[in-house]
Each structure stands twice: as structure tokens, then as C-alpha cells.
């Protein structure tokens, strides 16, 4: 597609309850990001993908959280047994590839996560 | 993590105004960006800047990467309402980009 593409806009929930969170990439490009942002505040780093390599997991803030990337391309957040601390708006971003990037990364409007 | 603090926080000028925008770390940086965010929408590229001492000018935001490559600013000469918006610089650690706090610009018509 031509920009990356984020569903649903705006989720609600209860609490305990598990949520899927999808993200389309731009067509080709091989690194994918998922970030988390509180109201008004800066990016907190989640997970990234690049290519058929492992993800780099380092940013995930409990085992309740938890990401795949399938064949490359389409990826899914999940958080299981959502916690009321959970909300947040969550922000893919893809680039051609990881490291330095000129072109920086396109971020999709992301996925607003209301726990109630 | 490579923390990048920006200040202010938050900053309400009038139209016509003059600001600066400061990202500071404690780390190198071996690359900057500045994105800027509006409502409902993900950050958008404004600028990367690679050398220390490198200064980019953007119409009327002025982008500085510090000597030593680990502080930037922002500069906006008379500031428009379209300027509102949440700035974002980032600093590359190699695969992945850390995000400063973010600064929440009003400018006020």
C-alpha cells in the first residue's frame, strides 16, 4: 500500500481481556517497528523485525505482550489479559531497512488502546 | 536505554513568535532526526542531520546537531498556528531509533 496502514483506530476493552493490534508495512520494506505512546509524550520502543531475522524483543514491558511478523510483512501485537496501564496509542512504523535511515522511518495514525 | 531528554516540555507562544527547541543525551548519536506529530496521526520525518555542527535550515525551522553529536535544537522563526503539533527528535543506536519526550508546541493565532 501506499502508507502503513494500522487496525482498529480505536480499540476499547475491558480489563483481563486480550487485544490484537494489526500493522500493514509499506510494500518492501523489510524493518518494521512498534512503539507505544502515552498521551503527549514521547515513543516508548516495543519490538522491531528486520527481514527473516529474530526480532528484537528488548522493549516489551511484560510477557503479556507479544508480536509476529508473517511472511514478512503484515505483523500482529497482542496483549493478553489487558491491565488498565495498557492504555496507550500504539504506532507501527516501517523503513526499507534498519540502521541509519535518511528517509527516517513512516509511522501509520496508529491504534488508540482504551482499558477500561 | 539511550535516553533523550527534551525540554520544554511544553511551550505556548503567540504567532510571530520566535522558540528553540533543545534534545539533549549523554550518549553519541551517530545520526538525528526531528519528526513532528499531530492529533490522531504518527510522527512525520522533518530532517536528519549527520555531522556534528551540522546545521539544517527547513523554511523557517532551523535544525543544529552538536559538536560532539550528542545534543540538537530547533529553531522556529515566527511561528504559525500551523507549527502546533508535538516535536520529536531521535537518535540512532545502530538498529533502531530512540525517541526523545517529546516538546508540545501551541502557537496561538
Known amino acids: 500500500g501506499a502508507g502503513v496502514s494500522q487496525s482498529p483506530s480505536n480499540k476499547v476493552t475491558e480489563k483481563g481481556k486480550d487485544v490484537e493490534l494489526r500493522c500493514d508495512p509499506i510494500s518492501g520494506h523489510t524493518a518494521l517497528y512498534w512503539y507505544r505512546q502515552s498521551l503527549g509524550q514521547g515513543l516508548e520502543f516495543l519490538i522491531y523485525f528486520q527481514g527473516n531475522s529474530a526480532p528484537d524483543k528488548s522493549g516489551l514491558p511484560s510477557d503479556r505482550f507479544s508480536a509476529e511478523r508473517t511472511g514478512g510483512s503484515v505483523s500482529t501485537l497482542t496483549i493478553q489479559r489487558t491491565q488498565q496501564e495498557d492504555s496507550a496509542v500504539y504506532l507501527c512504523?516501517?523503513?526499507?531497512?534498519?540502521?541509519?535511515?535518511?528517509?527516517?522511518?513512516?509511522f501509520g495514525s496508529g491504534t488508540r488502546l482504551t482499558v477500561v | 536505554t539511550q535516553l533523550l531528554e527534551q525540554s520544554p516540555q511544553f511551550l505556548s507562544i503567540q504567532e510571530g513568535e520566535n522558540l528553540t527547541v533543545y534534545c539533549n543525551s549523554s550518549?553519541?548519536?551517530?545520526?538525528l532526526q526531528w519528526y513532528r506529530q499531530e492529533p490522531g496521526e504518527g510522527p512525520v520525518l522533518l530532517v536528519t542531520?549527520?555531522?556534528?555542527?551540522e546545521v539544517k535550515k527547513l523554511k523557517r525551522l532551523t535544525f543544529q546537531f552538536g559538536d560532539a553529536r550528542k545534543d540538537s535544537s530547533l529553531h522556529i522563526t515566527a511561528a504559525q498556528p500551523g507549527d502546533t503539533g508535538l516535536y520529536l527528535c531521535a537518535g540512532d543506536a545502530g538498529n533502531q531509533f530512540y525517541f526523545g519526550t517529546g516538546t508540545s508546541l501551541t502557537v496561538i493565532p
Open positions: 550518549s553519541v548519536f551517530s545520526s
Open positions: 542531520v549527520v555531522t556534528g555542527g
Open positions: 512504523a516501517s523503513s526499507p531497512m534498519t540502521g541509519f535511515i535518511t528517509g527516517g522511518y513512516t
